[in-house]
């Protein structure tokens, strides 16, 4: 979305030399001939000059290679004797890269590198030549060399798409061999010869039939023209026969477990001949001890076979995270799947979420979860929102707003500023202090569906270190925002309430504008008040910052609570608590799986009177034999 540079008279005269810590783009813009057509092969060569060789363990620096930001060369590591060597990106097309041709359209190759400081690779690598060049007059054949095929066991149909790469001449294809291990199992559909024409495409549809194959496969295409001097062009056809196949859900939720709970998981095994051998089922990560599962063995095709799996509350859980089930099986290409697991244990409190970890301090090399993990970096000034996702975990490289995963589309807070947009992972980075005039602290996320426009919250905060070196009473004030409405008034902080968790007073989500789901821009704000002038110092750390909910007596769990079926009229009645002025989605599948899809049943449904609503599914066809619902809170 940036805005094009107009005109430019004359090539520009310098360039960047080299990428550097964190500056590792090289970008290179131009305008194409028009003797270049869509199917020109084009590849980009380019060299690297010097390399940071200051007595690093492993000399080396990393570099990818973009088409108006398309992916056309994976990393090449240099190392001191890879200098002066002229790198080639593999061939390419303007159809690949959705380049064009003729005035007006900013093409442009990118070189990114890849820094190997960290792990003793060297901050720097020069670059002092790079080019495009063009096939022109090409006659030939252009294919996907490779092509990794998504085998179930079944017979089945794909496409080939076989291009001609000349813009003048017509490109007949007299013949298509198969050969390899698995040719046999292979045949050409299309019917041979055909003429394409120049510049064209065409489809060419083949089949596999898997019977009595098993594992890998392995065969080429050997394509070749009516004319001679046209080279072959050679498709590399592999593959994994998803045979047996393990099918699990995405999640279990216990719920609010206070004592020892069971629920059901079931396995499925989608393939169509082998039996499925659930190796092991393990779990990993915070609180795994607090959970075991039953193994059911060995599951024929097409059936399915159940575990239990057993929550036994631990003593002292934390209650922030929880760990994943891991199904280990002979399935040949997931051998392993990951089941969520969830559980909301009964405490003073709901932890939503977390940036960094009360008393916690400022640790280093945490990883790059964020959240509870969270890096804080150096402030870097005053920054307005809404501020930039994915800054690097760098000192003065980070800004006021931290952002959780999530759709960022809607303003809450009465301003004009421009959302984000979707976060596709938790920042890894943030602020980790007020200093002079730079007094706002932000975090950023949506809310699940289970907190209720009633529900209890509270933020939670604590700071870690305050400039006490020059005034007559060291101390920084701060306040608290929620969406921008006031939710704590000032906590003065002095060297004595240094690691003390601070705590604003109860709220709920009426109270300050919020919404849960994706797409709203709900945020918290620590403001700093500076006391520098009045003796009080110029700075104050913050090492951890928390939404909690509280448990309601007066809330209803938000759950489904009856589904009756009526197989006469192929209909289900599903009850549900409700909040008044809500409206909810209704969604159903038959497949309760990570990879089934949810469909839409109605998307206005009104909460009705009282704490529970009662909406009737009447558009099921007849003969149909299992359904899930699911009901969301938009």
Same mark, same amino acid.
């Given at each position: 979305?940036?805005?094009?540079?107009?005109?430019?008279?004359?090539?520009?005269?310098?360039?960047?030399?080299?990428?550097?810590?964190?500056?590792?783009? *090289?970008?290179?813009?131009?305008?194409?001939?028009?003797?270049?057509?869509?199917?020109?092969?084009?590849?980009?060569?380019?060299?690297?000059?010097?390399?940071? &060789?200051?007595?690093?363990?492993?000399?080396?620096?990393?570099?990818?290679?973009?088409?108006?930001?398309?992916?056309?060369?994976?990393?090449?590591?240099?190392?001191?004797?890879?200098?002066?060597?002229?790198?080639?990106?593999?061939?390419? &097309?303007?159809?690949?890269?959705?380049?064009?041709?003729?005035?007006?359209?900013?093409?442009? +190759?990118?070189?990114?590198?890849?820094? =190997?400081?960290?792990?003793?690779?060297?901050?720097?690598?020069?670059?002092?030549?790079?080019?495009?060049?063009?096939?022109?007059?090409?006659?030939?054949?252009?294919?996907?060399?490779? +092509?990794?095929?998504?085998?179930?066991?079944?017979?089945?149909?794909?496409?080939?798409?076989?291009?001609?790469?000349?813009?003048?001449?017509?490109?007949?294809?007299?013949?298509?061999?198969?050969?390899?291990?698995?040719?046999?199992?292979?045949?050409?559909?299309?019917?041979?010869?055909?003429?394409?024409?120049?510049?064209?495409?065409?489809?060419?549809?083949? @089949?596999?039939?898997?019977?009595?194959?098993?594992?890998?496969?392995?065969?080429?295409?050997?394509?070749?023209?009516?004319?001679?001097?046209?080279?072959?062009?050679?498709?590399?056809?592999?593959?994994?026969?998803?045979?047996?196949?393990?099918?699990? $859900?995405?999640?279990?939720?216990?719920?609010?477990?206070?004592?020892?709970?069971?629920?059901?998981?079931? $396995?499925?095994?989608?393939?169509?001949?082998?039996?499925?051998?659930?190796?092991?089922?393990?779990? @990993?990560?915070?609180?795994?001890?607090?959970?075991?599962?039953?193994?059911?063995?060995?599951?024929?095709?097409?059936?399915?076979?159940?575990?239990?799996?057993?929550?036994?509350?631990?003593?002292?859980?934390?209650?922030?995270?929880?760990?994943?089930?891991?199904?280990?099986?002979?399935?040949?290409?997931?051998?392993?799947?990951?089941?969520?697991?969830?559980?909301?244990?009964?405490?003073?409190? @709901?932890?939503?979420?977390?940036?960094?970890?009360?008393?916690?301090?400022?640790?280093?090399?945490?990883?790059?979860?964020?959240?509870?993990?969270?890096?804080?970096?150096?402030?870097?000034?005053?920054?307005?929102?809404?501020?930039?996702?994915?800054?690097?975990?760098?000192?003065?490289?980070?800004?006021?707003?931290?952002?959780?995963?999530?759709?960022?589309?809607?303003?809450?807070?009465?301003?004009?500023?421009? %959302?984000?947009?979707?976060?596709?992972?938790?920042?890894?980075?943030?602020?980790?202090?007020?200093?002079?005039?730079?007094?706002?602290?932000? =975090?950023?996320?949506?809310?699940?569906?289970?907190?209720? %426009?009633?529900?209890?919250?509270?933020?939670?905060?604590?700071?870690?270190?305050?400039?006490?070196?020059?005034?007559?009473?060291?101390?920084?004030?701060?306040?608290?925002?929620?969406?921008?409405?006031?939710?704590?008034?000032?906590?003065?902080?002095?060297?004595?309430?240094?690691?003390? $968790?601070?705590?604003? %007073?109860?709220?709920?989500?009426?109270?300050?504008?919020?919404?849960?789901?994706?797409?709203?821009?709900?945020?918290?704000?620590?403001?700093?008040?500076? =006391?520098?002038?009045?003796?009080?110092?110029?700075?104050?750390?913050?090492?951890?910052?928390?939404?909690?909910?509280?448990?309601?007596?007066?809330?209803?769990?938000?759950?489904?609570?009856?589904?009756?079926?009526?197989?006469?009229?192929?209909?289900?009645?599903?009850?549900?608590?409700?909040?008044?002025?809500?409206?909810? *989605?209704?969604?159903? &599948?038959?497949?309760?799986?990570?990879?089934?899809?949810?469909?839409?049943?109605?998307?206005?449904?009104?909460?009705?009177?009282?704490?529970?609503?009662?909406?009737?599914?009447?558009?099921?066809?007849?003969?149909?034999?299992?359904? =899930?619902?699911?009901?969301?809170?938009?």
């Amino acid at each position: 979305d940036y805005e094009p540079d107009g005109t430019v008279a004359a090539n520009e005269i310098r360039a960047e030399r080299a990428f550097a810590g964190t500056d590792n783009s *090289l970008r290179y813009h131009f305008n194409l001939p028009d003797d270049i057509g869509p199917t020109t092969p084009l590849t980009i060569l380019w060299d690297a000059n010097n390399l940071h &060789t200051d007595g690093q363990d492993d000399p080396r620096y990393g570099v990818e290679v973009y088409f108006n930001g398309n992916l056309v060369a994976e990393e090449t590591i240099i190392h001191p004797e890879e200098l002066g060597a002229i790198n080639t990106t593999p061939v390419f &097309t303007l159809a690949d890269v959705d380049g064009k041709t003729g005035e007006g359209f900013d093409n442009y +190759v990118e070189l990114r590198g890849i820094n =190997y400081n960290a792990e003793g690779g060297g901050n720097w690598m020069g670059v002092d030549h790079v080019s495009l060049e063009a096939e022109v007059d090409f006659e030939g054949i252009l294919v996907n060399a490779d +092509v990794d095929l998504a085998l179930t066991g079944a017979v089945q149909t794909f496409a080939l798409e076989i291009t001609n790469a000349s813009q003048v001449n017509p490109l007949t294809i007299s013949q298509i061999e198969i050969t390899g291990d698995s040719a046999a199992k292979f045949s050409i559909v299309t019917a041979l010869p055909f003429t394409i024409d120049p510049s064209g495409q065409k489809t060419v549809e083949y @089949t596999f039939d898997a019977m009595g194959a098993l594992g890998m496969i392995s065969a080429s295409f050997v394509i070749k023209s009516a004319d001679a001097e046209i080279e072959d062009a050679i498709v590399a056809l592999t593959g994994t026969i998803h045979d047996p196949k393990a099918v699990s $859900i995405a999640e279990i939720d216990f719920g609010e477990a206070e004592t020892t709970t069971s629920l059901p998981l079931e $396995i499925s095994n989608a393939g169509l001949s082998q039996n499925l051998v659930i190796e092991s089922i393990t779990f @990993t990560g915070a609180n795994a001890g607090a959970f075991s599962a039953t193994n059911p063995g060995t599951i024929a095709a097409g059936a399915t076979g159940k575990s239990t799996v057993t929550f036994t509350p631990p003593a002292d859980p934390d209650r922030a995270i929880w760990p994943e089930l891991v199904i280990k099986s002979n399935d040949p290409v997931s051998p392993t799947i990951q089941v969520r697991l969830t559980v909301t244990v009964p405490s003073e409190g @709901t932890l939503i979420w977390t940036v960094g970890l009360p008393g916690d301090g400022w640790p280093q090399n945490l990883g790059e979860g964020g959240g509870p993990e969270t890096i804080f970096v150096q402030e870097t000034g005053t920054n307005d929102l809404p501020g930039e996702p994915d800054n690097p975990a760098v000192d003065r490289q980070s800004d006021d707003d931290y952002y959780f995963a999530g759709v960022y589309t809607t303003i809450l807070d009465g301003g004009d500023y421009e %959302p984000v947009g979707t976060v596709p992972t938790n920042e890894i980075g943030a602020e980790r202090a007020f200093a002079g005039s730079d007094n706002a602290l932000r =975090y950023h996320f949506n809310l699940p569906g289970t907190i209720r %426009p009633n529900t209890p919250l509270l933020v939670s905060w604590d700071a870690n270190n305050l400039d006490s070196g020059n005034g007559d009473d060291p101390r920084y004030g701060t306040e608290v925002y929620f969406n921008g409405s006031l939710i704590a008034e000032e906590t003065l902080i002095r060297p004595e309430q240094l690691g003390d $968790i601070n705590t604003t %007073p109860v709220f709920t989500l009426d109270d300050v504008n919020g919404e849960v789901g994706e797409g709203f821009d709900n945020y918290v704000e620590l403001r700093g008040i500076n =006391y520098n002038g009045d003796g009080g110092g110029n700075w104050m750390g913050i090492d951890h910052v928390s939404l909690t909910a509280l448990p309601d007596e007066r809330s209803t769990p938000f759950q489904i609570l009856e589904l009756v079926p009526n197989l006469e009229a192929n209909s289900v009645t599903i009850t549900f608590t409700s909040t008044s002025g809500a409206t909810y *989605l209704v969604q159903r &599948t038959a497949l309760l799986a990570e990879n089934g899809v949810w469909e839409e049943v109605d998307d206005a449904v009104a909460a009705g009177d009282g704490d529970e609503t009662t909406y009737t599914d009447d558009t099921l066809g007849a003969g149909a034999t299992t359904l =899930y619902y699911r009901i969301v809170q938009e």
